[in-house]
């Protein structure tokens, strides 16, 4: 079985699964399943006793190319989404998390369901290399692979971390 992360919101929101590694966009999905409202949502435990784990920093990049046609108006447009209001926006509608902290500060005090995430960004974020390798590394499933295979058993979690780091300096050309 290939526990890619949609086969993983599958599992545990149809009750099939015990837990799931989610992210907060992955609850409208869960309250569509058998799951709504028997769940509970923990941040992942750092290596320190008591501590939170970081979390990737992911989400959207937005820009403007230099020689755009009608530059100043797909600056304006990109301050708009970028501003507080339409991060709300977007987490109401997608699930994403608004990276102002204003915002988030928001929408926490309506929802505290978004307590252990934004507990989790306050831990801090580790941002992915931005290299083309990372897109090989992405693309190949190098991180989701390693986590399957050791919450199914099918490695030790020294075999499989060493599979993946060997994996991940193949792509960044080191051996």
């Known amino acids: 079985m290939s526990l890619t992360g949609g086969k993983t919101v599958e599992l545990f929101a149809s009750g ?38 970081p979390a990737f920093a992911g989400g959207n990049n937005l820009g403007v190319m230099r020689h755009a046609r009608h530059r100043t108006l797909a600056v304006e447009f990109v301050e708009l989404l970028g501003g507080k209001a339409y991060q709300a926006k977007m987490y109401e509608a997608m699930g994403n998390l608004p990276t102002l902290t204003s915002a988030r500060d928001e929408l926490a005090a309506r929802d ?7 507990d989790t960004v306050a831990r801090g974020t580790k941002f992915v290399p931005i290299d083309p390798a990372w897109v090989k590394i992405d693309n190949g499933k190098v991180i989701p692979t390693m986590l399957q295979k050791i919450a199914t058993g099918q490695a030790t979690v020294d075999a499989a971390t060493t599979e993946a780091a060997a994996a991940v300096k193949t792509a960044f050309g080191r051996s």
């Open 16 to 53: 099939k699964a015990a837990m799931g590694i989610l992210g907060n966009f992955n609850r409208s999905a869960v309250d569509a399943g058998a799951a709504a409202g028997k769940y509970a949502v923990v941040p992942l435990p750092g290596s320190a006793e008591g501590s939170i784990a």
């Open 112 to 118: 505290p369901f978004l307590k252990p995430f934004l």
